[in-house]
């Protein structure tokens, strides 16, 4: 799928010392990776209750696997195979091989040697691992305490954007076009806004939403630096006026990304985008195991329907109810894939992931969410700021696409020239502090 004649530039790495890669491996991933150990060490009495003896001996096989992993992690250790025998094992090897081959010198793969986006997946890969062949521990998700916390923290929050939701459905039906797309904006930027709730930018700290998210929406508004939102609304007006023609679905995918508020916020875009006639079927994304801390698992999805369904708030639990009756009457539907988490750029999917690039590609628009799927949209890697979002993409076109992303990792493209520059000089932690965001759009058909 690569462009022939251009090359991309190098993967961000924590060979690269002193970079926000680097910082990460040294200081975060150990981090993290200690609050997992804890977590399980705290549950050893669950473990006990459910399991017996065989629970305390997993919790114990489970964090010698992890502790191990830190020591390999610490000591810039080579990378091991993985020996889990699961779905995804052998192309998880297979990778590790191709990253062995672009090795200089035939060094080993290795944690401060090779790309941060490979290594950084694969601390998450082991985890899974670790638990895997510490039966009966196989099930156990050692975020879901901090994701479940981030969802009760942010409630006021959720009621506010549920109410909000609720009396936009009310008034709905005497409502302009214009006045479609203005609450269309307004509720994309909340979703926009609500990746930066995520916990692996903080190591598993509190990071969730406490004020009002649609009173700060002008205030925010300055720190976008991206703001492709009429495309988006061109592209989902486009959907709909020839869905009745068959041409077009009226089909939206939504890669999801974190769990609490901000998976609440991407319920609420969804269920504006029906109610409004702006799509007829929503297709959500996730992961099928705990990802990146705070990523969205299947269980984290129902369980949040079900909790938004259980709140004593009318218009809360009006949401709720009216979310499972979506995904019972088939109009939402959740689908997961090995491919979302593996460590590949989404440029191999064509060929990785040729199931799941065939079924985006009949999909109107896909909504990719968060950091880390824009680091994967982009490979990752040390592009110019100024370089096309579609350049970047690398022939990644399944349908039209839009990243909505608060900047956690330093990887920015298409910015206007001399804007990185006056962003550097304003704030030197412009690309990892989580304060900017874009919201920025790519169409197979159009050059941007
Ligand atoms: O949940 P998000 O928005 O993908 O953010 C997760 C981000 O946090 C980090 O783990 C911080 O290192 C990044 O690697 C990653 O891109
Ligand atoms: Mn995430």
Known sequence: MEVEGM??????????????????????????????????????????????????????????????????????KPVLILTDNAEDTETWNKYM?????MMEDGEPVSWFKSPWLYMECYMYRRIREALYLSPPMDTFDVFKEGKTESFFESQRAIISVCTYLQELITNMENMSEVQLQEHFFKLLQVSLWGNKCDLSISAGQDNSQKSNPIDSLPDLQRFILVNDSIKVWS???????????????????????????????????????????????????????????????????????????????????????????????????????????????????????ADLYAMLQDSDLILFKGDLNYRKLTGDRMWEHTVRFNRALRGFQAAPLCSIRTLKANVQVGLKSGHAEQLGREDADWMTNGKYAVIQFSSPSKEH
């Not at 790495?13 to 609050?35: C, H, M, N, Q, W």
């Open 97 to 101: 091989q191709r990253q062995q081959d």
């Open 235 to 353: 592209s989902l007006i486009a959907g709909k006026g020839c869905g009745s023609s068959g041409m077009k679905r009226g089909r939206v995918d939504i890669v999801l990304d974190n769990a609490g508020f901000e998976l609440i916020t991407d319920l609420v875009l969804a269920d504006f985008l029906v109610s409004a006639g702006l799509a007829k079927q929503i297709r959500f994304h996730g992961k099928s195991f705990p990802w990146f801390v705070s990523d969205v698992t299947k269980q984290d999805f129902e369980w949040t329907i079900m909790q938004t369904m259980a709140s004593n708030h009318k218009w809360m639990s009006a949401s709720g109810a009216q979310w499972k009756h979506f995904m019972k009457d088939g109009t939402w539907s959740y689908h997961d894939h090995a491919f979302w988490t593996s460590p590949h750029e989404f440029c191999d999917m064509p060929a990785d992931a």
């Open 7 to 76: 090359l991309a530039p190098l993967s961000l790495s924590a060979k690269f010392e002193g970079s926000f890669a680097y910082l990460t491996v040294r200081d975060r991933l150990p981090t993290i990776l200690t609050k997992v150990i804890d977590t399980i060490h705290r549950n050893k009495d669950n473990f006990f209750k459910d399991y017996g003896e065989e629970g305390v001996q997993a919790e114990k096989r489970a964090i010698s696997f992890l502790s191990k992993m830190r020591n390999e992690m610490q000591t810039d």
